[in-house]
């Protein structure tokens, strides 16, 4: 029996758009669950249903019988607020001893010709961190690890002692009273990147940040591309990592240069 008003398969009308609702409903599915999955760099085809829990965000596993995935640890250092003292006369000795192997690439007083990181008058805590991060492996490079590696806990005190003591490679602090780039004044909020100028110190400053002012201009550069690209991550709770993300080579570039440029004379 024909319902009067209701088209039918015989109406050619009708026929066609069911066909194409079928091909549109068919070309999104494979679009949405196949094709844009499959363009992430960590994607790997694993069945179509794995591939539909992936684009919808949900497990494709539910037993509960799986033991848990652990992420991998940014960094085993827990900060301490001892660890910002200032050290002894005998630790700081101790420490220009041991900072002579650091010369080559630091230089004599803490201030690098090399596109290393100055490290006079930097926080100790921020030595002390990066050193133990650099012997467990957590952060990379070939010449630092080897460093490291066979310092022992009262070495790396003694070496930031030092560091903290000599006085700082920068012209001035940091103020809101002087032009600064959008990201170091007020960061990027609606792609979660803070202020740098809220941990970096001038005008605040987060423990276990370091002072950036007057760091190399490539050395700044590379690091916040290594945060960015995740070679890096050291940082805990990836906080770096989350903000060098969503940065530009523009905005890299305009940092760094920024706080590059600040670099000067050791001050007394």
């Not at 806990?153 to 602090?173: E, F, G, H, V």
């Not at 906080?239 to 670099?263: G, P």
Request: glycine share 8%.
């Amino acid at each position: 029996m024909k319902v009067h008003g209701v088209p039918g398969w015989s109406n050619p009308w009708f026929r066609k758009s069911v066909i194409w609702l079928i091909v549109l409903t068919v070309g999104a599915f494979l679009v949405g669950f196949v094709l844009l999955p499959s363009v992430h760099s960590d994607f790997s085809a694993k069945g179509l249903w794995a591939s539909i829990c992936r684009a919808a965000g949900v497990p494709s596993d539910w037993s509960f019988g799986a033991p848990p995935r652990e992420a991998p640890t940014a960094t085993d250092v827990v900060l301490d607020r001892a660890m910002g003292k200032e050290g002894s006369r005998q630790a700081i000795g101790r420490g220009a001893t041991l900072a002579l192997n650091c010369t080559m690439c630091h230089g004599a007083q803490g201030m690098s010709t090399s596109d290393a990181p100055n490290l006079a008058g930097q926080y100790p805590e921020v030595i002390i961190k990066q050193l133990m991060d650099y012997r467990s492996g957590k952060r990379s490079s070939p010449i630092m690890v080897a460093l490291a590696t066979n310092l022992s806990d009262a070495d790396i005190a003694d070496l930031a002692a030092y560091y903290a003591y000599l006085p700082k490679a920068r012209t001035s602090p940091t103020t809101y009273d002087e032009a600064l780039p959008a990201l170091v004044r007020v960061g990027a909020p609606l792609r979660n990147i803070a202020p740098c100028v809220s941990c970096h110190g001038g005008i605040d400053q987060k423990f276990g940040a370091p002072w950036l002012e007057g760091m190399p201009k490539l050395y700044l550069e590379q690091q916040l591309k290594a945060f960015r690209s995740g070679q890096r991550g050291n940082d805990s709770e990836a906080q770096m990592r989350n903000v060098a993300r969503s940065m530009t080579d523009q905005e890299i570039e305009e940092v760094s240069v920024f706080y590059a440029r600040k670099a000067g004379t050791p001050t007394e």
